[in-house]
């Protein structure tokens, strides 16, 4: 299995009213907007599909959440053909007396069990998060926001 390592940075800030209670009809994908990388969500998306059909829909991918409180935790997801096999999360902070880093906690999860627990990234798959980006992020009423590209 080929490990795909892949960054969605998408840096777009709206300052909008909530589009909650708006119909669907009335809300527009932006997928032409840059993020901080200068990559639009489309050129993201793009590179995206190329490296699945190169390497195939079998990847594994980490999320790291980091506090200032010293307490850092990962999250490993593995893909393989499409569907998501299993979730392993580790919880770490760090002893303030020897400066030594502790897990606290930790779980793994396969296909039986996959999100049983709270803690940790969602176990879906990188197709999944661009949908959750595209519809829960890049979306805006167009009729009450100005866009400048």
């Known amino acids: 299995m080929k490990t795909l390592i892949l960054i ?3 840096g777009l800030f709206f300052s909008c009213e909530e589009n909650e209670n708006l119909p669907q009809s009335k809300l527009t994908v932006v997928t032409s907007l840059e993020s901080q990388t200068g990559i639009s969500y489309s050129e993201s998306i793009g590179n995206r599909n190329e490296l ?4 195939g829909n079998s990847y594994v991918y980490h999320t790291k959440f980091a506090s200032w409180l010293g307490e850092d935790s990962i999250t490993e997801v593995t893909i393989i053909d499409g569907i998501v096999i299993s ?6 902070k760090t002893n303030e007396t020897n400066g030594r880093v502790e897990i ?3 779980y793994s999860e396969t296909t039986s069990n996959l999100g049983v ?3 940790g990234a969602v176990p879906i798959t990188i197709d999944a998060l661009y949908s959750t980006c595209a519809s829960d992020y ?4 167009v009729q009450n926001n100005t866009i400048i590209l």
């Open 8 to 10: 969605l940075a998408v």
């Open 52 to 55: 699945k059909n190169k390497n």
């Open 87 to 92: 979730r392993v999360y580790e919880h770490f």
């Open 104 to 106: 606290i906690d930790s």
């Open 117 to 119: 627990h709270e803690k």
């Open 138 to 141: 890049l979306t805006v009423d």
